[in-house]
């Protein structure tokens, strides 16, 4: 059973910083990436940020210079470091694990607001 648990949403004004955490436990083997997805009320989910087993990053252009993915691989967890959040930053985050398939978090609500 693998489980994913996600902390660090909130709500923060514009120009603010949030940490979002995504703990992996369970049987995981051979992690190919982690990261996280977003979801915007009446939006589409979208990719937010990758980070893979070999340490490589992908960011979608909308957060590029402003959010950094990192990972502990020890620990088998993953952050998003969310530096100069912007009102359309606001959705409900969704940490995921690639493994042997797709393992999602609960979600988190991150909302951008003054």
């Known amino acids: 059973q693998v489980q994913l648990v996600e902390s660090g949403g909130g709500l923060v004004q514009p120009g603010g910083s949030l940490r979002l955490s995504c703990a992996a436990s369970g049987s995981i083997v051979n992690t190919y990436s982690m990261g996280w997805y977003r979801q915007a009320p009446g939006k589409q989910r979208e990719l937010v940020a990758t980070?893979?087993?070999?340490?490589?990053?992908n960011y979608a252009d909308s957060v590029k210079g402003r959010f950094t993915i990192s990972r502990d691989s020890a620990k088998n967890t993953a952050y998003l470091q969310m530096n100069s959040l912007k009102p359309e930053d606001t959705a409900v985050y969704y940490c995921y694990v690639l493994s042997s398939t797709f393992y999602w978090g609960q979600g988190t609500q991150v909302t951008v607001s003054s």
């Open positions: 980070i893979t087993r070999a340490g490589t990053t």
